[in-house]
Every structure is written in structure tokens, then in C-alpha cells.
């Protein structure tokens, strides 16, 4: 057993990951019944330090899986790694063991995405919320919460914590030390260092955090009400919407763009490409537009050219 600050007492930590598989993920209640005895069960078979657990450990709880559905363990393992992404998110853990757990898919889902549509819904309300006379600095702060998770991709956790003076006016780009501590180079619109030059002049200058809330920062339960809530404003189904749906709505749509993969890797922090690679899905009509604009036959002439080779060729063949 390594890498957690404390090996004490799962029931805590799993009390805790379930709150926020309901509070940021919309979580259904059957599915944080079943993940609380997943990792219950896990728990028990670590001798109550599941979040202390190893490689190894993991490896041998699931081994006590194999007469186990296939669908079962996929769920388990689901459990299980999420758990432990979150605890190093929450800073409990400086390592994730998950990548010991059996993959019984052979498929990832596709992340939730909104569309170029939906995401100038959200800022066409965010506008008209600005555009009120007299202002609120909440609609302020909002503003910038959106156009960073929009336009930089960062994570909830990353957004919330982020210093009052960590974007400047002249620098677009900012270093940050994201997930498991790697640091990362992220780019900064234009449209968001204005969002958030307007807000910090609502930010007392001795706060510690852009966001501050009471002592501390903003927490990310309350950016994702305040996301939801936009969401539904704009007509858009709360339920479609959150702070891990804008960024998937950054990366999709830099794809999209034309986006280099490595570069979009880098961007949002990933350790993995394989991790990047789910926002390559694009739709039909996309393909279709990429094949007709960018293949060598889309162009008429080299395609009469081309044509003529091949009906000559058919003509050898046939002989």
C-alpha cells in the first residue's frame, strides 16, 4: 500500500465521492448505490484501506472478481478508478493505481458535447445578464467562470482554486500544476483575460483566490449549480450541461478547427493521449465534408485526370 496521506478509514472518503458523484456528475441513485458497494465491498477485501491501496492490492481484489459478468466487473473497475481519480483530485493520493484494474470493454464512452449552437445559447444569455443595468458582479464572475472553462479547458477543481493574479491583462497563457502535479502551459482568449479583468476589479485585493467564497474559494458543487443554472436559462437541459461538458466542448471544437492532437494532449493536461483520443469522434457529415474538401479527387481537374487513368487502366485489365 502507497501514495495516500492516510490509510484510515475508507467509509469517509467513500462517503465523500459519493456526494460528488451526485452534486457534479447528476449521478442517478442507482448508480451511486452500486458504486458505494463496489467500493465497500473493495474496501472489506483491502481490510478497510482501499485508499491506501497498491498495484498489487488492487490486482488481488480483482482477482476475487473472475466468475464475475463481464458487465460487472466493467462496472466495478469503473468504480474503482473513479474513486481513485478522485482522490488525487481532492489531493489524498499523489499516484493513481486504477490502470491495475481490468478493462473488460473494448470501447470508451463518448464524452457528453454541446454544440456550436448551444454553446453561443449560453453566451448570448450570459450578454444579456451583463448588458442589465445596474450590474451584478455575480453575472461578472460568471462570465469569467465560462469563458475559462470554454476557452482554456481547464478542470472544475483547477478553475475554482486558480490565485487572484494567476491570469494577466498582457499574458495569454498561464503555467499551471494540474492533475498529479504536472505542469502545463494554458492558452488564455482574449475574450476571457477581458472576463476576468472585469470581474477581479469586484475582488478585494488582499483575497487569495479569483473566486474566493467566505474564507476559501469558490467550491465546484456551487460551480456546477451556477452552470446548470445558466444552462437552464438558455434553454438548454441542465442535465446536458457542466463544467467537465465546456471543456469537452473546448476540445471537441478545437478538433473540429483543425487542432493538433499532441498540442490539444498538452492543453488539457492529459498523461495519456489514449485519454485525448475520445475527442476525435466527429459526426457523419463531417467525414463526409472532409473527404469532398480535402481529398486529392475533391479537386475537379486532378479527379478528370485521375478518372481517365483508371477508365484506361480498366480498358488494360479487360483486354
Known sequence: MTGARSAGGDAPLIDRFCEMLVAEAGAAANTVSAYRSDLMLASAACDGALAAADASALSDVAHGWRDLARSTV????????????FLVDEG???????????????????????????????????????ARDPIDPRDLRLSALVELLYGSGLR??????????AIAPDRPFLILKGKGGRERLVPISDPARAAVAR?????????????PSGKNHLSRVRLYQLVKTLAAEAGIPPDRVSPHVLRHAFATHLLEGGADLRALQS??????IA????????????????????????????????GGRIAAGIKVRAR
Not at 470581474?199 to 473566486?211: M, S, T, Y
Open 199 to 211: 470581474w477581479r476589479d469586484h475582488v478585494a485585493v488582499e483575497r487569495a483566490w479569483l473566486f
Open 92 to 130: 489524498l493520493r499523489v499516484d493513481d493505481p486504477g490502470a491495475a484494474l481490468p478493462r473488460p470493454g473494448t470501447g470508451r464512452p463518448l464524452p457528453k458535447i454541446l454544440s456550436h449552437a448551444d454553446v453561443e445559447r449560453l453566451f448570448v444569455t450570459l450578454a444579456a445578464r451583463i
Open 156 to 165: 472544475a477543481s483547477e478553475l475554482v482554486s486558480l490565485p487572484r493574479n
Open 275 to 306: 485519454t485525448t483520443e475520445i475527442y476525435t469522434h466527429v459526426d457523419g457529415a463531417r467525414l463526409v465534408e472532409l473527404v469532398n474538401t480535402r481529398h486529392p479527387l475533391a479537386d475537379p481537374e486532378r479527379r478528370a485526370q485521375t
Open 267 to 272: 492543453m488539457l493536461g492529459h498523461a495519456d
Open 74 to 85: 466493467a462496472r466495478k473497475s469503473a468504480a474503482l478508478r473513479r474513486f481513485f481519480a
